[in-house]
Structures are given as structure tokens and as C-alpha cells.
């Protein structure tokens, strides 16, 4: 908490703090913080599993502290993405692709964008598909941020596994019921790099993540918000913490009793701003069918989506009229429209 403070003493002493909270119009509802330590005591497992059930319904949102993950691994997948980034751009270039079919590791700039528009997804990234199956090519990583990646991946994997148990188990299921259906499948690794911005705006629209579960690792710039009661609350940097974020995917399985938010990253003066999400896709082959929780259902509590493949999901996603979001791409209701 102690580290908070000085988070945003840091920011009131470059005295930009006035500024950022009129542009951003951010409440000052605080997003929970779960301390994990204690998950194998049975008294301090039930108070974790009711504060995740508790943020999982209101916010779809919240931090982790003392979650296993070393801070020297925090600190260097950090340094190793701003390290690719800040690499001349002839190096970056080689991993460059638009189709992101084309390689497990690909690099995306969206600076030709500001340049022509001016603004809009202002971030550069770099894409680390890894497979479920072990067989990976850690040489198609970049070397500057290779083993960082690599130690990162493997760490942020295990910690994955925990939430999924603790999750499961806020839904009153078996604690290996998710992982059990295949929500821990398709990792990526988004290692992000959004420059300062001299005129703050917002850089990366509003959406939701179209998964199962995020984890976000950000550095103590701060930027990401998330929408609560109709209002943006800041997701506020922890020192050594990891944000974590539901996505679409597990507000269907959970039938709306979790909620996937819609999150946004307000650009700031200071940065750049280096972000690392690992998105849990759920993508895996053979693909699985999924659905609302057949545990979850009653006569009450009526599948309110109809059951789909994670890569018909995507497909529908990726090509939906902007009215629509992703979670009424497979809701029930649509029957009745067909
Ligand atoms: C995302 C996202 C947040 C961040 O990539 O989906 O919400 O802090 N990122 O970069
Ligand atoms: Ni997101």
C-alpha cells in the first residue's frame, strides 16, 4: 500500500496529477487488491475465493499481490520489452506481419496510423503465441527480450493455473473445473510500448478482452482504467502486483454471474508506458465446444448463450458490426431473431 502512495506522490510531484484526473474523469472507486499469500491455509483460501467471487461479479477486474511470480522476472520482462521496442526499427522489421496467422511471433506497429490519422491505438506490440503442447521455439523470440519472455511465460502460466482453481471454485464448481474444460488454453504474450504522448488523448479505445482470462503486468506509469457503474476507475500500478481481467469468454461459461469489462489506456505526457498482457485464448486443437456451466444452470438460471468454438467466436469477433459486442454474438436471444 505503502508503494501506492508513493505512486501517486510520484505523479503529483511532477505535477501532472490535476491534469490527468479532469482528462480522464476517473472516479475514485478502488479497484481490490488480493493478497494470494495464503491460499493453502483453508481459513485464508475461502476469504481469497470470496474476495476473486466478490471483484469477478462487480468489476470483471482485480490486482494481485503475492502471486508467486518473482519480482527480478517482472522487472526484466519489463526492461526486455522496452528493450525490442527502443531496437532500430530495421531489427523490428524482421518480425513484422500484419496476418497474424503468419508467425508465433510477430511484431505490429500502428505508427504509420498516427502518422496518417493522428491518433488511434497509439502502442506498439509484440505478439508471443506459445503452444499448450510444449513444443516451442524460444529462437523465434526476439534475443534481446528472449529469456525474459521465455522465464516470464512460464511463471505467468503457473499463476494462471492458481486463479483458474480459485475462480472455479468462486463459482461453487470442482477447483479444476476450468482448467478441466480447456480455459487455460492458447496462451499470447502482448508486450506493449506506448510512447509518451505531448497531447494526452486516448490511445487504446474501449473494448473488452475477447478470451477467457488476462493478466496484465504494468509498469508504474499508470493509464489503464476500467469501467465500474458507468464510471472509469483507475487500475492503479502495484509495485511487483499483476492486474487480472475476465474476458468474454468466461462471462459465458460463467452465464453473466462474472462480468468481462470494458477496459481502456488513457496516453499520458510521461512514457513510454510498457505493458504486458498474457491473453488465455482458449484456442487449442482438437477445438472444444463451450458454453454456459451445465452446473450453473438451473430453471431459474437458463443458459443465456448458446454454446460455440472458441474460433468461430473469434471469426464472428473480429467481423461484428461495431453495435454489437462479443457477448451478443452466441446470446440465447439471438434465436429468437434468426
Ligand atoms: C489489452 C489491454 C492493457 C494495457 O491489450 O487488451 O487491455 O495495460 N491492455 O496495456
Ligand atoms: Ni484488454
Known sequence: MDERKAGIKGLVDSGIVAEEL?????????????????????????????????????????????????????????????????????????????????????????????????????????HISWQDSGHNEPEEIPPV?????????????????????LLSEALGLNPNHLKAIGCDKGPRLVCNYYPACPQPEITFGKHRDPVFLTIVLQDQNGGLQVMCDNQWADVTPIEHGLVVNIGDLLQILSNDKFVSPIHRVVA????????????????????????????LITEENPPLYKEFQVDDYLTKFFSKPPDKTGLDLFRQTDLHVA
Not at 500502428?110 to 506490440?125: A, E, F
Not at 516470464?152 to 482453481?165: A, E, P, R, S, T
Not at 499520458?268 to 452446473?295: D, Q, Y
Open 22 to 126: 479532469n482528462m480522464c474523469k476517473s472516479t475514485l472507486q478502488i479497484l481490490p487488491v488480493v493478497d494470494l499469500s495464503g491460499i493453502e491455509v483453508e481459513d485464508g483460501r475461502k476469504k481469497i475465493v470470496d474476495e476473486i467471487r466478490e471483484a469477478s461479479e462487480k468489476w470483471g477486474f482485480f490486482q494481485v499481490i503475492n502471486h508467486g511470480v518473482p519480482s527480478s522476472v517482472l522487472e526484466e520482462m519489463i526492461d526486455g520489452t522496452r528493450k525490442f521496442h527502443e531496437q532500430d526499427v530495421e531489427v523490428k522489421k524482421e518480425y513484422y506481419s500484419s496476418d497474424p496467422t503468419a508467425r508465433r511471433v510477430r511484431y505490429v506497429s500502428n505508427l504509420h496510423l498516427y502518422k496518417t490519422k493522428g491518433k488511434t491505438n497509439l502502442k506498439d506490440s509484440l
Open 145 to 165: 527480450c528472449r529469456k525474459p519472455s521465455v522465464e516470464y511465460i512460464n511463471h505467468v502460466i503457473k499463476l494462471q493455473h492458481i486463479l483458474l482453481g
Open 268 to 295: 499520458k505526457k510521461i512514457g513510454p508506458r510498457i505493458s504486458v498482457a498474457c491473453f488465455f485464448t482458449g484456442c487449442s486443437t482438437p477445438p472444444k465446444m463451450h458454453g454456459p456451466i451445465k452446473e
